[in-house]
């Protein structure tokens, strides 16, 4: 009855009705995030250094871990003194013409997991209706 | 039960305002009106006596966020969607102000909402922007795609158990009053848990001495933004205010010049805390494996009391210590209410106002050996005082209601109030206005829900009660193969000590009870997909 993890390892997807390229095209830039994911206000890139700036003000300095075009992965932790471990991971996987969206979070303390996890569910969101909504508009201009 | 009731003895069915006041994790057995002896409680008793009193008043679900948001919506949390804490109550959920700023009402939520959780860095919510944004509220999506005023308030004022945070009373705290901020107890930890440090005369969990003066402390802030609200209403129009104090819910922290009101080293121990080791895990043996294993501190099931600590090392005297302190700030909100009402009566406002009083749910505060609150459906956590002081003016009748009641049930008495009968969506019915009412028909029964996943410990269980039974099943989880259960004769077992559940003597009343639950989990209401838990609270 002892929980039989070390830490918190929490994961959200979503299906996505477009080609993965179209959805790892909107998460793969660093400096994109603030188009996708809820209540972060900006950042600033700095090579592997990424600083979010919270629509709280809070301020959240990552390092950017991985980029990769191959895998469609992209893969950073935060670097705030609050975590003691932090690995967040984006996967766009290839569902017959659609996409599956992976946002996996790990961290200690557990309940900074929960939160940032939560937070996750928003972005994927995001990433899926803009995703979508290319997705139509292109249609829309291929039957033009 | 029939709808419209409430009305049958009304005077006048529209112009009656409604004052709802909630606490936050209040014991019924607190309030002298239900036999408390600790805290002295004159206002809330004066409107238990002019009013109906409700002795067995039971929540939806024993922690915040769910019971909050079966008040507003008058739905079951498995209706409404959010089953535990940390569930966002979806933005355009049904909510019965809504209803009542249809009929004209000035609407105005001040205290405590938690709708929303409270742990949002990334400034999600609209509860904690609010502050920060300086405006009394905001146009929002309504149930039925309209749009309106945030959940159907014109006016949200906020606060919670501290100065942290974007609220408003914390943001007021450390704009005006920054001196005073290191007297709070610090709710969480380091990790963001709910901490387990010690503090008081006893090193109990959450306890603190506070020099916050008490005309700074959030009991009184609520009280004074309350009236001020009312004071900025017009004589001839109705309102709707919902005045939630997030006390005497942990941390015991209340201002230390407060104190002397109850000494802790006079505190008897509670009835249901037998001071012997032994005699309380006999007691915790006799329940479904998690208690005894929560006990010893070994698993914890949800986030709502400390992580690291342990319910097995608590002593007597900390169980005192925090007992006394739950009565102090208890009096003190019976005196904010005192002034709350005091200064409509003054104005003459009080001839048309329904008061009405009760909490999300209860506080194990020393039962069984256990403090906070969890999945342990017994009466610490799930009998609540409840009580409606009808307006003067419609020539109530003062009673004691014996038979089992919800807090599902308030929306449905405030909509009769204003003279509307509920909407499907309702799933509550009108709170009987005394036991004649509902003696022709089935005996009630009330259900308290239960789901809560977290870091791998799943936990499942619904409650029935009656007037006669405290019965619970247990669902499939990490501790539990669905098999469980507990069943109490209050006739025989008002302390919930003797857990029947395997007597085969009780195999017939067993049944019918899970019936009650099989039908409840059937009932026809059309469901919202049950939200993400996106923060511990």
Known sequence: ?144 | MARGLARAWARVAVGRKILFITTDQQRYDTVGANGGTLARTPVIDRLAAEGIRYTRCQPTSVVCMPSRASMLTGQYPSTHGVWMNGVALPIDAPSVAEELHDLGYATALIGKAHFEPFLDPFGRFVENSLATLGVATLEQPWFGGRRGVHRGFDHLEFATHGVLGPLHYARWMRERHPEALGGFYAVLDGDLNVNDEGGGDNGAPQVKFNDVPPEWYHTNWVADRTIEWLESQPDDGDWFCWMSFPDPHHPWDPPASELGRVNWRDVELPINYPEAAQQRESLLDQKARHWRAWYDGRVVSNYEAPAKWVPATMTANQVREVNALNAVEVELIDEAIGRVLANLSRRGRLEDVDVFFTSDHGELQGDFGLLFKGPYHVDGLLRLPMIWRPAPSSAPRAAVVTTPVSLVSLAATFLDVAGRSAPEWVEGEVLPSSDEQVACSRDRATVTEWDSSLFGVDVHLRTVVTREYLYTQYGNGTMHDGSEGELYDLRDDPLQRVNLFNDPARRAARDELAQRLLEHQDRPSPRARPGDLVAPV
């Not at chain 1, 179209?22 to 830039?29: F, H």
């Not at chain 1, 994109?32 to 709280?56: E, Q």
């Not at chain 1, 994927?124 to 997705?135: D, G, T």
């Open chain 1, 1 to 144: 009855m002892i929980k039989e993890y070390v830490m918190a390892s929490l994961r959200h997807e979503r299906l996505i009705e477009a080609a993965p390229q179209d959805v790892w095209n909107i998460v793969r830039r660093p400096q994109s995030i603030t188009d996708w994911f809820p209540g972060v206000a900006s950042c600033r890139v700095d090579g592997r250094r990424r600083v979010l700036t919270l629509a709280t003000g809070l301020e959240v300095p990552e390092e950017i871990l991985s980029v990769d075009e191959g895998l469609r992965r992209f893969a950073y932790r935060i670097v705030a003194p609050a975590y003691k471990f932090h690995l967040g991971t984006i996967d766009v996987l290839s569902v017959g013409a659609h996409s599956l969206c992976v946002y996996s979070t790990t961290a200690e303390p557990d309940t900074l997991a929960l939160i940032i996890a939560g937070a996750t569910i928003g972005a994927l969101e995001e990433i899926k209706r803009q995703a979508e909504s290319w997705r139509a508009v292109s249609r829309e201009r291929g039957q033009e």
